[in-house]
């Protein structure tokens, strides 16, 4: 079984780093809607061959507070949907997104190969290189007896680092047609640790308004909106004194204010990220922003808060552990020592543990510095995960799912 299974994926190493490059070399940043439709077209493309049934998904527009402190309208690119045996019941879902955060102004566009083994591109580890091992995995599976047993789903959106605020609703509707979910992510580290427990997040903008006045003429008039702001952020920062120890983090990430020098600024605005380790961690953190903002009504200013937790706390159940158990004993198979860790990070399993479905995520390649210009792959990964996955499916399909049951 496992020789079959590298028999077919070795050869095909130097295709998927041809891919690799093709993927990497369009700019898909969550903004780009020309690159992610370029993007979604190439990787139509590709698993077309595989599937019975491939759909595109319009997703809605999302709102957000931008740095002005005005509302504004933001259109994401479209979902592919690529579905295999869709009478079957006994299903799973493989889950990824063609974004990047980097948008076309960003100077990192370009790959460039370090040595033999690791090539630094944008997108290569998260997750162009992920999208290479689902699509491999399944080709390999699809090369199987065990086929006739399972179905699968691939879920491709286009607005993951931002939080999938625009896809997060498929994530609803489809979830209960699956046994499991596999989630491409980069591996935590460039040894191929997988992730375990995830954090839940939320994202908040704060406006605050004052009065603006000419600074040599009407000081006194003004009523300064920065100075007002920073009082308050100091004292949600000061949370994190209590909190960090539970798992609680509170970021002040981004600030913007004011016009002139020579005028009192009127308006400020600052960006929180929130992470969380317990579900009812939120509610604490809204209680506790709620209270600051209240104790801190001033005079002539205005504060509003605007934002939600967009991302619910992934803790694994017990479906989870025996689904980590099979995927450790393939690894073995294939002469690789798997572990998992928690993470502080979020990604799309935190949206799908939440309605109870055994989830493991971060089965994409091994590489790092993601987020970064740095940014790397390693290239033998690609076969390697694409291996382990493979293998997994044919394990599931030959009765594993029923055992995550039990």
């Not at 504060?303 to 690894?331: D, N, Y």
């Amino acid at each position: 079984m496992t020789k079959d299974v590298l028999h077919f994926l070795n050869p095909r190493k130097q295709t998927m780093v041809e891919q690799l490059h093709q993927f990497c070399e369009i700019n898909s940043g969550t903004e780009n809607l020309l690159g992610l439709a370029l993007m979604h077209q190439h990787l139509k493309e590709v698993f077309t061959p595989l599937a019975d049934q491939v759909e595109t998904l319009q997703l809605p527009s999302i709102t957000t507070m931008n740095m002005a402190g005005e509302i504004s309208i933001q259109q994401c690119g479209d979902a592919l949907f690529i579905r295999k045996r869709p009478e079957l019941k006994r299903r799973i879902l493989l889950s990824g997104h063609m974004d990047t955060v980097y948008g076309v102004n960003h100077p990192f566009q370009t790959l460039t190969y370090i040595n033999d083994n690791q090539i630094n591109g944008p997108g290569v580890a998260d997750m162009k290189g992920g999208l290479l091992v689902i699509l491999h995995a399944l080709s390999a599976f699809e090369e199987t007896q065990q086929v006739k047993n399972l179905g699968w789903d691939v879920l491709i959106n286009a607005d993951e680092e931002i939080g999938s605020l625009a896809s997060s609703s498929l994530f609803d509707e489809f979830a209960n047609l699956y046994q499991a979910a596999l989630v491409y992510e980069p591996a935590m580290t460039a040894s191929g640790i997988l992730a375990k427990n995830r954090r839940g997040s939320g994202k908040f903008t704060l406006v605050a308004t004052g009065k603006s006045a000419h600074v040599g003429r009407d000081f006194s008039e003004g009523r300064n909106a920065i100075c007002y702001l920073a009082e308050v952020i100091t004292a949600i920062h000061a949370l994190n004194q209590y909190s960090h120890s539970q798992g609680i983090t509170i970021n002040v990430g981004k600030i913007a204010g004011g016009d002139a020098i020579n005028m009192v600024p009127d308006k400020a605005v600052v960006k929180i990220d929130v992470r969380v380790s317990k579900t009812e961690d939120e509610h604490w953190v809204r209680e506790q922003l709620n209270k600051i903002l209240n104790s801190m009504k001033r005079e002539g200013y205005t504060l509003t808060i605007h934002g939600h937790f967009g991302r619910p706390v992934k803790r694994v159940c017990p479906a989870t552990e025996r689904l980590f158990s099979r995927i450790q004993k393939l690894g073995q198979v294939l002469g690789l020592s798997i572990d998992w860790q928690d993470s502080g990070g979020c990604c799309d399993g935190n949206n799908l543990a939440r309605h109870g479905l055994p989830v493991l995520d971060t089965l994409g390649v091994r590489g790092g510095h993601i987020h970064s210009a740095n940014e790397f792959i390693l290239l033998d990964s690609l076969v390697e995960r694409s291996a382990l996955t493979a293998l997994l499916l044919m394990d599931l399909a030959a009765g594993g799912l029923e055992d995550l049951k039990k």
